[in-house]
Structures are given as C-alpha cells and as structure tokens.
C-alpha cells in the first residue's frame, strides 16, 4: 500500500486558481502513474486527471481540459494538480490515487485504484 496526503484546497472565486499536492510514502511511488479524481455533494466519485509513471502522458476528463494540468516530481514523492479558471462546478472534495499494479494506465474508473489520500476541500464561489 501507499499513504497519500493532499493539501492545497481552499475557497476561491470563480476564475481563480489553485494548485493541489499529494505526497506518497510507502512503496516505490515513481513506479506508478497517478490520479486525481473528485466528489461532489451527493455526486458519486468522478475521475478527474491522471499522469504516467515518467509523467511523460497525461488523461483529462473533458470538463477540466484547458483548465487543469496534472504534473508529478518523483524526487519529491509528489503529484500536482494546477487548476486555473475554476468555476462553481469545480468544487469537490479531490482525491489522489494510486492503481492497484504498476502496469495500469489510462484507467478511470475508482474501483482500479487501490490507494486514496484523504482528500482535500475545494470551494469555488460565484
């Protein structure tokens, strides 16, 4: 298993920006590609981004394309997630994740991931 940890959330208005974190301890992070996904008030957990190993491919879903960039530093054990332009629908609870094997990508759906931070708050007021 890896621990992750999240921070960066905030309230902001609509057109700001904001950057997440996730650090990864506990097995050998740079082997893995990673995700970020989100959940809204009784909304069901929805992918969001994810990058590879080598950081070297990413995925976006639609609504965050153009807004969002997903980055990662290996050196630092950590993953990014630059959100610019957010609007209200934005906000979420945002959670990193690691998959189950190190050979997933381009994978999306929650259930493939095994690891989860505990999630970090975003507010994007109007």
């Known amino acids: 298993q890896v621990q992750l940890v999240e921070s960066g959330g905030g309230l902001v208005q609509a057109g700001g920006s904001l950057r997440l974190s996730c650090v990864a301890s506990g097995r050998t992070f740079s082997s893995y590609s990673m995700g970020w996904f989100r959940q809204a008030p009784g909304q069901e957990r929805e992918f969001v981004a994810s990058?590879?190993?080598?950081?070297?491919?990413?995925l976006y879903t639609e609504s965050v394309k153009g807004r969002f960039t997903i980055s990662r530093d290996n050196n630092k054990n950590t993953v990014y997630l630059q959100m610019n332009s957010l609007k209200p629908e934005d906000t979420a609870v945002y959670y990193c994740?690691?998959?189950?094997?190190?050979?997933?990508?381009?994978?999306?759906?929650?259930?493939?991931?095994?690891?989860w931070g505990q999630g970090t708050h975003v507010t994007v007021s109007s």
């Open positions: 990058i590879s190993w080598r950081g070297t491919r990413t």
């Open positions: 994740a690691a998959p189950r094997k190190t050979s997933d990508w381009g994978i999306q759906d929650p259930s493939d991931f095994g690891s």
